[in-house]
């Protein structure tokens, strides 16, 4: 299990797409209003403009795991707080956040692949 996903919350998107495509030397692998993503070297890295507004204060880890709803769960009873449940975010790919006792940001992300 690895952090393979960070996602930056932002207001101006436009912006923050400027300095990642200078920043990464390319253009982002997806492109819409509702989400950015560079993939660089299996690592992932996106542009949330919708993230202050679900809570996002910065930038989001995200651990790939294979059963989310359990890694949750342990996360939760080793005494984190779940901040956002699994929802389904397109193409069966499925996010949750939990947070821990310091109020810091554990992602989880499970993919159908």
């Known amino acids: 299990m690895a952090i393979k996903t960070v996602i930056y919350p932002v207001r101006d998107v436009d912006a923050a797409k400027a300095m990642f495509t200078g920043l990464l030397g390319t253009a982002p692998d997806m ?26 204060t910065g930038p989001v880890g995200y651990y790939h795991v294979d059963d989310i709803a359990t890694a949750a769960k342990r996360l939760v009873d080793a005494g984190g707080t779940e901040t956002e449940a699994a929802h389904d975010v397109g193409g069966g790919r499925l996010v949750a956040t939990v947070t821990d006792a310091d109020g810091n940001p554990i992602g989880l992300i499970q993919s159908p692949w």
């Open 31 to 56: 492109d819409e209003p509702y989400y950015v993503q560079w993939n660089v070297d299996g690592q992932a890295i996106g542009l949330d403009p919708n993230g202050h507004n679900k809570g996002m």
